[in-house]
Every structure is written in C-alpha cells, then in structure tokens.
C-alpha cells in the first residue's frame, strides 16, 4: 500500500488518516515511508528507484536495505499491494496497530518505574500522560457547553503563557505570532521562549514564562541545520535529559499542507505527546499563504489545535519595506492573507538589518496591554535575548515631573517630525494609567474646559501620608 505508481492516492489516503513512520513495526518498513512522505511533500516520485537512492544516502538505511535483501525487496513490496483502493483500508489498520503498540509500550515502562521505590511517582505519571498523549483517539470529541459555563466559568483577563502584570505577549488558548525579515532573531526568541515552556529558564525579556507539563513539538521547516545550530549554543550536555524527555523536534517541512489538513496540526501534536507547537515558519506548512483560501484554511487548522488544548507559536515574515526602508507598523503590514493575522491572540514585530545585534520590538496585536516598544539586543555566542533598551515610564516620570500622555506617546513611539497621533496618546495613557491602578504613579487631573484647559499629568506615586 505504500504506493500506487500510477498516482499519489495511495500516499494521500495514509497522510488523511494520519499514519506516521512510528506505526510501522519493522524499522525498514518505517525507514521507507518517512522517505516517501518526504519525497510526496516535495512533489517528487517516489517508486522503488527513487527510493532506493533515498535509503542509500545514509548508512541506516544503506543498512537495513541490505538486510532485508537488498533493492530487489523494494519492488517485491510494491508489487505486492499497489492498489490505491486498498490504501485506506491498509492505513488504518497500521495506525490501530501502532496505537495499540504505543499504548503496551507506555504500560510497560510504567509498570517498571512503579515497581521501583526510588522512581519518583510524578516521573511515572508524567511518562504515561506523555506516552498516551501521543495517541489519537477516534472521532472528534463534543466541544459544545451550556452559555453559562461558557460565558461565566471564565477569567475575565487573559492567562498568560508569557507574560504578566497586565503586559501579555503569549495568552493561552490564542496563537503567539513572531514576524520580522530574515536575520532579526526571529528563530533565537523562539528557541529561547521554547526553552522556558519546557522549564529550563523561568523567563524571557523580563517576563515569566510558564513551563508545560507535557511536551513542546518544535517544527523546524525551514533551515533545520540552521536552527540546530541555534539551539545548541543556547543548552549544554546537563540539559540532555529535560531536552529529551520535553522536546520534540520535526525537521523540514510537515508531512502535508496544513490548510489542506485542519487536523494535521493536532495529529502531529498528539503523535508527539505535545501540547505546544512551535511553527518554524509558517511559509514551509502552508502554500500561497497570500490566497484567502489559504490563509483561511490555515486559521482553520490553527482553531482547531488551540480548542483541542495545543498553544501555539508561529514564525512569519512582513511585507515589503515602506517607503525609506520604514517599519511595518500595521497588521496589514505582514505578508499574506487576513485570516493569519486576524486568527491570532498576539503579534509581535522584530525589526532591524540582517545580523543586527540590537532590533526593534513592537507588539502590533495584543491580548492585554501593550509590551513595548523597546530595542532588544541578541547575544548570539550565549544564545540570550535582553531588553536593551525598553520602555521605562517610571524613569521617564521621574526625570520629568507631571509627565503627560502626549509626552509619554513622543517617547515611547520615538516620535520625530510630527506630533504623535490620537492613537499613539491613547496607547500611552493606558500605560500610565496600568501604572496609577498598581500604586506606582498618581494621576493629577487636569482642566477640562474654558480657554486653558490642561491635560492630566502623572506622577510618581508619593509614600503613604503623602499627596503630590
């Protein structure tokens, strides 16, 4: 089943119902169809021929091949079940079996960490909700609620994944989106925010981040060795253990378009045992992402994984620079369709020149209050990214007495030229006044009407007794 050489019905039908080497019992059996869905996603044929040229490239499957009697065993096998009628019938009993086998699997290293008093007990727990969480049960659960649990079991603010204090950069349950051009440190956040989700750092530019109980699914689509590289000067071998046990990498491109298949996502979560994808990027899981179609497809798939538990981050890239190489500064700005941007909780903006040690940050979609807008500076030998220079309202209050918006907008939104807009005074008096509800600074009203009305003005907030 694993071809039909007169079509790809065959391939599509294993990738919809969701198959993956890790089914095959037989190594060589799962050496083949990783190399097929390779070949498949790429667009390229996969007969016996092209995929004997695939085992022999590496010196595993040189190997196996041999053992199981060389290439002639590749046509034997197609020969044998290359109806692509079969297929699905074939595909599903191979997931059942490799469901069935993950679950023994999971049961019997759980029984032999129980038996041993010295394994701690949350270890074994954490092995089996990690194991079994890898396998895709049938049918699609009933996520209907009464209005009242819906509408009142509920936060009222955002939760933060990253974040806190009212500044969110990543809510669960809504999609994080990094954009930037090439070379900003787009990958260098994202392995750092990965990092803190599976608990080797408490936080990222300052914020808490909060670590997963489970796993984090890293797809390097694109750039695999670089990204690789990346990760490796951010851990060291005492990170070995948590990094295995936690992270989950996919290198190179999904096994299919995932606006095609808006459960592809959740697949590949749950074959990993993750509750959080990292998408690197977003051009490598989905074709034309500029097509509504597409864009809406995308979303589609992204909805889906976030109700079925899953986080999500994603790596995507702007348009084109504006006029005098200005930064994007709108949502409108980023490449692609407006489902990408309107299906996500929280974008951020790295902006700056390829290989700059120092870039911008800008939050254009926030969940809560605005991050920003500070300047970060990469260290790219310790694999660490700091606020180089943020957004220090307290600083700027206590340098400039009866500080007000406007003053605050021309400092924060580095306002040169031209007075700030309505929106950039709106943005900055929010700050301030997060900052008068958390007993940092006091708010002195101003005038509101006759010919010398005043705006209000914020001060530090005196000590107790005390009124400016």
């Known amino acids: 089943m694993l071809d039909d050489p007169g079509g790809c019905g065959a391939v599509d039908a294993a990738i919809a119902v969701g198959i993956t080497p890790a089914d095959f019992y037989r190594p060589l059996h799962a050496a083949t169809y990783a190399r097929i869905l390779e070949l498949h996603a790429l667009g390229q044929p996969h007969t016996p021929i092209d995929l ?35 297929a699905a019938e074939d595909a599903a009993t191979i997931a059942d079996l490799g469901q069935r086998r993950r679950v023994m699997d999971a049961a019997i290293q759980a029984a032999r960490l129980a038996a041993d008093p010295a394994t701690p007990l949350a270890r074994t727990t954490g092995l089996l909700a990690s194991k079994l969480g890898a396998v895709a049960l049938p049918g ?53 925010l990965t990092l803190a989700r599976v608990g080797l750092r408490k936080e990222l530019l300052g914020m808490p981040v909060t670590p997963t109980a ?24 005492a990170d070995r253990e948590l990094l295995a046990e936690r992270l989950v990498v996919w290198q190179g ?27 690197d990027s977003l051009k490598d899981a989905v074709a034309d992402l500029v097509k509504d179609e597409a864009g809406a497809g995308y979303n589609r798939a992204r909805q889906t994984a976030l109700v079925s538990g899953i986080e999500l981050v994603e790596l995507h890239h702007q348009r ?22 309107a299906g996500s909780g929280s974008v951020l903006l790295l902006w700056g020149d390829p290989g700059d040690p120092v870039v911008e940050l800008h939050h254009l979609k926030q969940p809560a209050e605005e991050i920003g807008p500070a300047k970060l500076l990469h260290d790219p030998d310790a694999g660490t990214t700091i606020i180089h220079q943020g957004t220090d309202l307290l600083g700027m209050v206590a340098s400039k007495p009866g500080l007000t918006a406007a003053d605050a907008a021309r400092l924060l939104f580095d306002v040169q030229g031209r007075s700030p807009e309505a929106r950039e005074i709106e943005k900055a008096r929010r700050k301030l006044d997060a900052l008068v509800t958390r007993r940092l600074l006091f708010r002195k009203e101003g005038s509101r009407g006759g010919a010398t009305k005043t705006p209000a003005t914020y001060h530090l907030a005196a000590r107790e007794g005390e009124r400016p």
Request: aromatic residues 6%.
């Open 140 to 192: 699609e659960r009933d996520r209907s609620v009464d209005g009242a649990t819906f509408a009142l079991d509920t936060p009222v603010a955002a939760t933060a994944i990253w974040g806190d204090n009212g500044e969110i950069a990543w809510a669960a349950g809504e999609a994080l989106m990094l954009v930037g051009p090439q070379g900003v440190g787009k990958t260098t956040l994202a392995g750092q």
């Open 320 to 341: 084109k620079a504006g006029p005098e190489g200005r930064r994007p500064r709108t949502l409108s700005d980023v490449y692609g369709s407006v489902w990408l941007t």
């Open 52 to 86: 004997r040229r695939e085992l022999e490239a590496t010196d595993s499957g040189s190997g196996l091949l041999h053992d199981a009697g060389g290439p002639s065993w590749l046509h034997t096998l197609f020969e044998q079940r290359g109806m692509a009628e079969w």
């Open 214 to 237: 489970s796993r984090v699914l890293y797809l390097a689509c694109d750039r695999p060795q670089q990204i690789r590289r990346s990760f490796r000067r951010m851990v060291s071998e």
């Open 253 to 279: 491109p999904p096994p299919g378009d995932v606006a095609k298949q808006p459960t592809l996502l959740v697949d590949l979560a749950r074959r990993a045992g993750a509750d959080t994808i990292v998408v």
